[in-house]
Nanobody, 117 residues
Framework: QVLLVESGGGLVQPGGSLTLSCAASGFSFTYYAMKWHRQTPGKEREWVATVTSGGGATKYADSVKGRFTVSRDNFKNIVYLQMNSVKSEDTAVYLC??????????WGKGTLVTVSS
């Protein structure tokens, strides 16, 4: 059974930092690229970042480029999202995701990040 469990969300002040984690199980983690997305009520889900299966390459949405860093630990089966210089518009539920070999998307339940003073 595929399981993706996000953690690390919370309240952070503008300009602050936060690190999110996504613990993965039930599939061959090292075979797949992993992604972070975010969801705000009333808006479409937004892709945030991708890390390749080996962790050697990353890609970011323009809205977070230079502020967020995605990484992974293939020994622990965890993918991280380091968030720096956060802004109020970064407030969202953050979800990790991967697409399996059959093209099916798998999602965690998300962790809420609130940026507020």
């Amino acid at each position: 059974q595929v399981l993706l469990v996000e953690s690390g969300g919370g309240l952070v002040q503008p300009g602050g930092s936060l690190t999110l984690s996504c613990a993965a199980s039930g599939f061959s983690f090292t075979y797949y690229a992993m992604k972070w997305h975010r969801q705000t009520p009333g808006k479409e889900r937004e892709w945030v970042a991708t890390v390749t299966s080996g962790g050697g390459a990353t890609k970011y949405a323009d809205s977070v480029k230079g502020r967020f860093t995605v990484s992974r630990d293939n020994f622990k089966n965890i993918v991280y999202l380091q968030m720096n210089s956060v802004k109020s518009e970064d407030t969202a539920v953050y979800l990790c995701n991967y697409q399996d070999a059959y093209g099916m998307d798998h999602w965690g339940k998300g962790t809420l990040v609130t940026v507020s003073s």
